[in-house]
């Protein structure tokens, strides 16, 4: 069903005399300043909707009651166009239609129902008024007869009063018709597109695509923000002018190369919060229409980063969320991390009237940051698909140039002598005793506790090895290694292949790639 409509009708408190003398002992002085219903419904208007995003809005309340086939259509006539939604839902009674056309027929503050996907009692309306100037809602439950009531701005703007209307105009009631597909549920048709079709002719084939390329995002926008309440039991179909929108999967859950890394499930407030890192196959592995899916609406970088969901309904896609100022780069581009929400942290995640946007709170940032860190990392030895062959193998020794060792029951750091870095310079140094004595005071004035301090305090300024370093100094230290490794005798494959193994160099198969270009082409 399309309407915010689970609540009893709203019954205003009582309201003070303005004559003094009337006032009880003790009553306090006030006065009742309702709003002007012209002036607030023109700004119900300016809550950032868009077509798609008002549309979805009105499915929520649709999903949330019960509706198994949602019907959109966009209805071209140039300035006469409409669009109208509807479904198959429980429908509704007189009074609880009217409650649900009333602006702020809910307080968010209330407690709701775990599978509600509204907060605000503002979508419908909000919505509604975002495209159009006219708003009628046409509903049945079953076995009940058809109740209609329609919000017109401009009627509100003669009357300066929130005066519901009863009847549909002849092209809302024809709409209606047409996608009567149930005894039961509701329409909500939009007339009077002002934002959508002002200025239009219907013989005009520029403004009739123009129009029809709004249809064409909002069935892109569905097969996103529903796609996991079209699969499985239960499934919910959508349709657009007649066609059944297609799901798109943004973590390609049926390729074979898509990896899953572990689930996290995090406790924030009593609440739990679970997050599931994916990373996309790299292009070699998919076919030309799976790559080209993959990208969405905005292309694959734009879609990398976290998915904030809410009840299975998608919120936010591809954002890092401001964590460490990340930025969408090429090279995490196969990075998507799955978040699912309860609807009781709404306010904690900042959701907004339409829906489309999310914030994490404070105290979730650390393990959102590591989890990020993670997906990435992998995401980026992926990216770089030919580099990732010169990685050591799972069991093969790694290289460190630090060593921990203990002894009477205390840990020391020592440098290791056989790095082969270290070895070099060794080798090369005319003054052995220096060079040693330098080695043995830099083992010595680790400052231990001061690290392990700011990592207790600050976690978030801690940074890993090169994590802030251009890519071409640290190309140039690999460089410095592989020489190394080829005077102390071994040969240029078997020195790249070394290089790789040492730490912390494996984090960069695509600077491991660029020194393999360098030896051999």
Partial sequence: MLADRKHSKFTPGPRTSGNPSARSPGEHDEDVAPPHAAALAESLRAFGYDPATALADLADNSLFHHSREVRIKFHWAGEQSAIAISDDGDGMDEM???????????????????????????????????????????????????IVRCWDLDHIADTDEWRLLREPTPLAAQLAKQLAGSPHGTVVIWEKLDRLTAGTAVDDDSDEDAFLRQAEYVKQHFAAVFHRLMTGRG?????????????????????????????????????????????????????????????????????????????????????????????????YKLARIRVDLPNSLDQEWEIDVTKSRARPPEKLHRELSRIGERTRSVAKRVYSHRGAKLLPAAGQERVFLWE????????????????????????????????????????????????????????????????????????????????????????????????????????????????REERYY
């Avoid at 907060?119 to 007869?145: C, D, E, M, N």
């Avoid at 599931?276 to 990398?304: I, M, Y």
């Avoid at 940074?463 to 005798?489: C, H, I, N, W, Y």
């Avoid at 040969?491 to 491991?512: C, K, M, N, T, Y």
């Fill in 235 to 331: 499934a919910v179909r959508f349709l657009l002018n007649g066609a059944v929108i297609t799901p798109w999967d943004p973590f390609l859950s049926d390729e074979a190369a898509t990896q899953r890394l572990p689930v996290e499930r995090l406790k924030f407030q009593g609440h739990t919060i679970e997050v599931e890192p994916f990373v996309l196959p790299h292009l070699s592995k998919l076919d030309a229409d799976a790559h080209r899916g993959a990208a969405g609406l905005r292309g694959w970088n734009a879609h990398q980063g976290f998915y904030i969901y809410r009840n299975l309904r998608l919120l936010v896609r591809g954002d890092w969320l401001g964590i460490k100022g990340w930025r969408q780069e090429e090279h």
């Fill in 404 to 515: 921990q060792t203990a002894k009477h029951n205390h840990v020391f750091y020592r440098l290791n002598r056989d790095h082969p870095l270290v070895k070099q310079v060794r080798l090369a140094c005319s003054d052995a005793p220096k060079l040693s004595a330098l080695l043995r005071l830099i083992e010595e004035t680790i400052p231990v506790p001061l690290i392990m301090t700011t990592d207790r305090e600050m976690p978030d300024r801690t940074v890993g090895p090169f994590e802030t370093t251009k890519d071409s100094e640290v190309l140039e230290v690999m460089r410095q290694v592989f020489a190394s490794l080829k005077a102390g005798g071994l040969s240029q494959d078997d020195a790249l292949l070394r290089v790789a193994h040492i730490e912390p160099f494996g984090r960069f198969p695509e600077l491991l790639q660029l020194l």
């Fill in 96 to 146: 609880t239609l009217i409650n649900a056309m009333r602006v702020g027929s809910r307080n968010p503050r209330e407690k709701r129902d775990p599978a509600d996907l509204g907060r605000f009692g503002l979508g419908l309306k909000t919505a509604s008024f975002s495209q159009g100037r006219r708003v009628t809602v046409i509903t049945r439950r079953s076995r009940g007869s058809e």
